[in-house]
């Protein structure tokens, strides 16, 4: 597949629909969101956290230079971003209605990454340790099971397949 | 002689669905009281996907819905392949 | 007990014997650290993290306002440092030798803290999200039952008291 | 008329212990042979300790070690009441 041909048919998935501040707004409101630049965990972090947050565990998924057995150059994700802030809600709203947790917050990027670039960050914060473990733990398995989000990886020696969590 | 009844929707493609398809999205006009599984086969055949149902999930709107829900005039209809996200 | 006498006997215990960046060097290099001044913990994670990190999992544990159905003021965390530095390097070899892990780095504050201040750090990296997770709740539950560490909570009505994790 | 020989160690105290001792560390003369238990018994009536032996581990020259453990000349001895980090 040529370049053009790819940008044509997957550029709007590379990109969000809204500005990197109003996607921040929604993390943190709403608990999920994506971003098409590189994550500010900080941000997300600070936006988690209050007086009654005795526990804090938080994920990062970064792009790796191996999968299996493939040297892996770089990849890029693409995001069908209405359904994926829908359906990032819900997983946050359950999350909350599930675990005794304070709050969580979780961020997706999608685009074109190189190897360590964050591609995923999930926080929850809790009054107590192991409800913050389980519920970032469900958190991440569900964003991972349910987001609308696909990636291409890209290698020195073969062409660049599509991958799948399921697969 | 009758008249077929026939609604306007819009399909969105993403990942290998696009490469399949060449598009991003189309606009169509299908029967009215088509279900999505018949949908899907229209689809399949007009631009020769290769992923069998089975493996697909389907959203509507920008929700997932289950493939018994009814299409409308003026939805979004998007096949979902299997994610890879995280 | 007076202030003084508090003072006299435990004072040695508030401070840590090296320099904090020597504390930070050896938490990076060895896995564990005192520290007696605020965690510094992009400090932490970034020394974690490589290109063979896929999963990054991180705890910290803050100080909350209540425990129990007490309204915590403030409190004191006292380490026995040695013994704390030697069991910790101990707990991190293990870790690594028992999941397959990248890398582990934990530091524990001690002295004296507000609420909302971070007590504890622990991150982990790891190809695999679940080693991570595995590897994180096994180093943090191992680093509250052995480390030599002890919290007095002090509270507006009460006399203060000193804590156990297994009491 | 026996001549008990005695080692010199130090005794390191810690939270409740150094409450109830008033001191965080000691030098002390004890008996050869003496065992960990024996010196908590000493130390406990010395002091008016509190909290039984049962509740508590032992570490010497900055390692922790079982009740068996001999105690040498010079060593550090830490008795060490439940720990609350994290």
Redesign the interface.
């Given at each position: 597949?040529d370049n053009h041909?790819e940008k044509?048919?997957?550029?709007?998935?590379m990109q969000i629909k809204r500005s990197v501040d109003d996607a921040y707004h929604l993390a943190i409101q709403d608990g999920f969101a994506l971003l098409d630049v590189a994550i500010d965990e900080?941000r997300l972090r600070k936006a988690l956290?209050d007086?009654?947050?005795?526990?804090?565990?938080?994920?990062?998924?970064?792009?790796?230079?191996?999968n299996n057995d493939s040297q892996v150059q770089r990849l890029t994700?693409?995001?069908?971003e209405?359904?994926a802030?829908?359906?990032g809600r819900l997983i946050i709203d359950k999350a909350k209605a599930q675990f005794g947790i304070v709050n969580a917050v979780a961020m997706?990027r999608i685009g074109a990454l190189e190897?360590?670039d964050m591609?995923?960050w999930v926080g929850v914060s809790a009054?107590h340790?192991d409800a913050?473990?389980d519920a970032?733990?469900w958190i991440?398995d569900t964003?991972?099971?349910?987001?609308?989000?696909?990636?291409?990886e890209y290698y020195p020696d073969e062409p660049s397949k599509?991958?799948?969590?399921?697969? | 002689m009758s008249v077929e009844s026939t609604i306007e929707i819009n399909v969105l493609y993403f990942a290998n669905l696009a490469d399949e398809s060449g598009c991003d999205e189309e606009s169509l006009a299908i029967a009215n009281k088509m279900s999505l599984s018949q949908l899907y086969d229209h689809l399949q055949q007009k631009h020769s996907l290769s992923m069998p149902q089975s493996e697909l999930r389907v959203a509507i709107n920008d929700y997932f819905v289950s493939w018994d829900e009814p299409i409308k005039a003026g939805d979004n209809v998007v096949f979902i392949s299997p994610v890879a996200g995280g």
């Open positions: 597949m041909f044509s048919v997957h550029q709007g998935a900080p956290i007086d009654r947050s005795g526990a804090v565990v938080s994920f990062d998924g970064r792009v790796r230079n191996h994700y693409y995001g069908y209405a359904l802030i829908n359906q997706h190897i360590g591609a995923i009054a340790r913050a473990f970032c733990r991440l964003i991972k099971a349910d987001i609308p989000i696909w990636k291409q599509w991958l799948s969590n399921n697969g | -």
